[in-house]
Every structure is written in structure tokens, then in C-alpha cells.
Nanobody
Framework: EVQLVESGGGLVQAGGSLRLSCAASGFTFDDYTIGWFRQAPGKGREGVSCISNTDGSSHYVDSVKGRFTISSDKAKNTVYLQMTNLKPEDTAVYYC????????????????????????WGQGTQVTVSS
């Protein structure tokens, strides 16, 4: 059974940083793509970033490029999202998701980080950025 547990959320001032963790178990970590998503009050779930454990390739949505960095520690079966220069509009519940394989073509320079491509989810962690 796929299990994903997020941690690291909290309250931070605008311009601050947080590191989220997604601890995975119950599946072969190296065969999966892990993604970070967020959902603000009254809005749908949107993609933030994802990383393929098969080849290490990663993608980001435009709104977080240059501010967020995703990484994967295969020894710990954990994916991290380092968030810097946080803005109030980053406030949301952040979820990690997992999907088998890589939902984009090898070598593709663009992927939309579509939540519909991910089948398994954690419980989420709240990130609140105050202005």
C-alpha cells in the first residue's frame, strides 16, 4: 500500500523559507515520480513541482521557478521541497503525490505537473505565509 506522509509546514513571513518533506513507503520508490501540489481555500488542487526517481528529471510550474527546489533522497525514500522567498499567495495545504513511472516523455522540457496524473496522496501539510 502506497503511503505518503508530508511534514515541514508552518507559519512564515513573506520572504522566508520552509522545507517540506514527503516520506514514502509501501512501494518501490525508485520506480515512481513524486510530485508536490497545493490547494488554497476555495480553489482546486494545482501542481507545484515533481521529480522522477527513474532518471532524476524534474519540473516546476512557472509561479515557483527560481524559488522552489525539489530533491529526492533515495536512501531515505523521501522527497523534499525547499521553498524560498515565500509569498502570501503560496499559502495553501501542500500535498505530495505519487505515480508509477514518469508521466512525461523522456527528455521533454515541459510538463504541466497535472494532479490528474497522480494516483496516491498524502494527508497534506499547511503552509501559511503572512505579509
Amino acid at each position: 500500500e502506497v503511503q505518503l506522509v508530508e511534514s515541514g509546514g508552518g507559519l512564515v513571513q513573506a520572504g522566508g523559507s520552509l522545507r517540506l518533506s514527503c516520506a514514502a513507503s509501501g512501494f518501490t520508490f525508485d520506480d515512481y515520480t513524486i510530485g508536490w501540489f497545493r490547494q488554497a481555500p476555495g480553489k482546486g488542487r494545482e501542481g507545484v513541482s515533481c521529480i522522477s526517481n527513474t532518471d532524476g528529471s524534474s519540473h516546476y510550474v512557472d509561479s515557483v521557478k527560481g524559488r522552489f527546489t525539489i530533491s529526492s533522497d533515495k536512501a531515505k525514500n523521501t522527497v523534499y521541497l525547499q521553498m524560498t522567498n515565500l509569498k502570501p499567495e503560496d499559502t495553501a495545504v501542500y500535498y505530495c503525490g505519487a505515480t508509477y513511472g514518469r508521466p512525461w516523455n523522456r527528455g521533454s522540457l515541459y510538463y504541466s505537473v497535472d494532479p490528474a496524473d497522480f494516483a496516491s496522496w498524502g494527508q497534506g501539510t499547511q503552509v501559511t505565509v503572512s505579509s
